[in-house]
């Protein structure tokens, strides 16, 4: 009975003594409180390290899709660990990141970004592996490397391979037929290639239809994360190179349809994601358009003026004054090219379009592209001939005027749209005048003194897979010829 009693009283002077200690240290405890918590206390309160994360398995190259689970570890003795945050597209992890909570399966070339903390709520810094994904198969030819895009992209030491015996080549005068996107909403890639060959070898072209938009992988959301733009260049790269081999020139310009283009509340959040955003992506392309020796190579995912204009970004365009959004404008277009020009030499390209006889509009004959090759500029008949015809005054007055801003660099017409519904919209039918509209562009882009470089048409007359009419289509073949 005496052990008995004076176990007790040590337990009882153990547990006040411990009650005294954590008391004067700030922790609120209570005397009935079993020693483990406090035990369990002290040791939180000593964990000052942070947990390490792996990879399994880790970055590197493979020829199949890797399904990759993230291990935090806590130091011996530490609190545990609590959550993991990862990324996949390149961007460094934060807390309102995804929480890791099942293993990631990684089936395109992907920057896997990571980091863990633990209980105790100390942080590791970020980790990175970096997965590239490359399953054409030794020996694959260029043939069986393109009849197989849409389920594997060819690895850039394979591009290289075919890169080293291509050279640029410039035409005196680029000729082009673009597909419109409206026709990519059906078909697959073979069919698409089947139609831009077709186009190539039926008319006097010297520039490719191929066109950057519905290159695999396809369901991605513009602007593309690093490693689905990886994935795409290396598409358009292999089809380029197959275009090259018959003597066409190539375009590479990232034009994304209107789904996901951000919407701007101010200049600085503008600018903001042109630095974060967009010039990482103009790297990237410009880059293999440097590598695949790629003859043109524009920036921009819409014309400027476009991009900027009322249509899509309608909070800047109505609350600032002209002279505050040609600034914006113009530093987009020196930061494009000053970007571009760091990793690529050649042609470096700027789309334009603008509709200079409607009011504000006008502001845009202010910018300039000084530093780059060429520029590019859009025409779109409406209405009627009568129209067409002031409307293209308009147009050229404006267009010449930015050339005269540039230093008189070398200008074309990238884009002819001949879009039926701007007929339609004025109560008139584009059928019976559609060749007398061609050969009125014609006429008046040659009337000027300062000529274009290249002339663009769009090959389909509307937003779908109708083309230009055997009339019209007579006249530019008949322009293309004698150019």
Known sequence: MNNGKKILVLVFVSVVASSYLYAMSGVSVSA?????????????????KAPRTIALPKGGTYTAAQTVKL????????????KTYYTTDGTAP??????YSSPITISLTTVLKFFSVDKAGNQESPRTETYKISSEGAGSSLDDIIA?????????NTLNSYASALSLSYPAFRKGLTLLPGYFSRGTLSQYMNMWSTIESSHSVNITSAFFGVMPPTGYTWPYSSS????KLRAFSAIAVKKKQKGLAVVLVNQPSDT???LFSSVSEFQSWVTNTHLPMVKQEAQA??????????PFPKEVEVFLGSGYQPTLWNNLACADILDAAQWWVNQARDTAKKYYTGKLIAHSYGNYDFGKQTCWQGISYTGYDEILFTIVPTCSLTDTASYLDAQLDGYLTIVANSSNIPWSIGEVWVKE???????????????????????????????PIGMGIDYNSSDDATSIGSAAMSIVDSYFNSH
């Open 289 to 298: 358009a440097e590598r695949m020796k790629i003859e043109y190579y524009g």
């Open 71 to 82: 291990k935090c570890r806590d130091n011996t003795g530490g609190s545990g660990c609590g």
């Open 260 to 262: 996901g283009l951000p």
């Open 228 to 231: 689905v733009l990886d994935e």
């Open 94 to 99: 934060t807390a309102s990141s995804t929480v």
């Open 32 to 48: 009935d409180m079993p020693v483990s918590i406090f035990d369990s206390a002290s040791k939180a309160k000593e964990d000052k």
């Open 148 to 156: 197989n895009l849409e389920s594997r992209r060819p690895s850039w």
């Open 421 to 451: 519904t701007y007929f339609k919209a004025c109560g008139n039918s584009l059928a019976p005048i559609e060749a007398d509209i061609y050969s009125m562009v014609f006429v008046k882009v040659h009337s000027r003194t300062s000529q």
